[in-house]
């Protein structure tokens, strides 16, 4: 069965550049979620997209922005990278097609901020 | 607000025995409650989904209980082996959009 693909896997960036965090939803699900993972931290939410449309924000900062394109997929965008943006990124979907609105996790990606 | 506890934060058991990892959340209004195994440095996998209107789910060596009113799941480990070993975390949907609020994790070493 499809899963939720991430890319990159890995990304080593210096102090103050950008990245760009991208993911591909499992096929018919509408929904995705972004979440934010610090050394030995649990997963933090960060924002969600239903139908193409921010559907709720958590405690992302403001250099990040994201979007949901036509063909469901997700960017997350970081400007002005900080060491403590290093962490691993998740993205999760979810849809109507399956059964109580379960999260499905893609295998994340690690960013290090040098 | 929607708080997410794990007990024990850590535990090491030797291989074989049947274990129980304790969640615990403070707003029993929830829609589901998922638990995740998450290997070091890895993705999270989903291992078992409790509908509110359930109170057991199973697969395989695992059982997970929810009580909705007292704000309490369990996660069961039956038989435990090394390759349990792994960080287990709880969530939770919060809000409208269902977005996940996780439990601060239980780190399982299961000893051969």
């Known amino acids: 069965a499809a899963g939720v693909i991430q890319s990159p896997r890995h990304l080593i960036k210096e102090k103050r550049e950008t990245a760009t965090l991208k993911c591909y939803p499992i096929?018919?699900?509408?929904?995705v979620y972004w979440y934010q993972q610090g050394p030995g931290q649990d997963p933090q939410f960060l924002i969600s997209?239903?139908?193409?449309?921010?559907?709720d924000k958590g405690s992302i900062p403001d250099r990040f922005s994201a979007q949901q394109f036509s063909d469901y997929h997700s960017e997350l965008n970081m400007s002005s990278l900080e060491l403590g943006d290093s962490a691993l990124y998740f993205c999760?979907?979810?849809?109507?097609?399956?059964?109580?609105?379960?999260?499905?996790f893609g295998p994340g990606t690690r960013l290090t901020v040098l | 607000k929607q708080e997410v506890t794990q007990i024990p934060a850590a535990l090491s058991v030797p291989e074989g025995e049947n274990l129980v990892l304790n969640c615990s959340f403070t707003?029993?209004?929830?829609?589901?409650l998922q638990w995740f195994r998450q290997d070091p440095g890895k993705g999270l996998t989903s291992l078992l989904l409790?509908?509110?209107?359930?109170r057991e789910q199973t697969s395989g060596r695992l059982n997970a209980s929810l009580d909705k009113s007292s704000g309490r799941s369990t996660l069961y480990i039956a038989a435990s082996q090394p390759g349990d070993s792994a960080t287990y975390l709880c969530?939770?949907?919060?809000?409208?959009?269902?977005?996940?609020?996780f439990g601060t994790g239980t780190l399982l070493a299961v000893q051969p």
């Open positions: 997209f239903y139908e193409k449309m921010q559907s």
């Open positions: 969530a939770v949907p919060g809000g409208a959009t269902n977005k996940l609020i």
């Open positions: 409790i509908q509110s209107s359930q």
């Open positions: 096929p018919r699900h509408d929904t």
């Open positions: 707003d029993s209004a929830i829609y589901n």
């Open positions: 999760a979907s979810s849809g109507q097609v399956d059964s109580y609105n379960e999260q499905f």
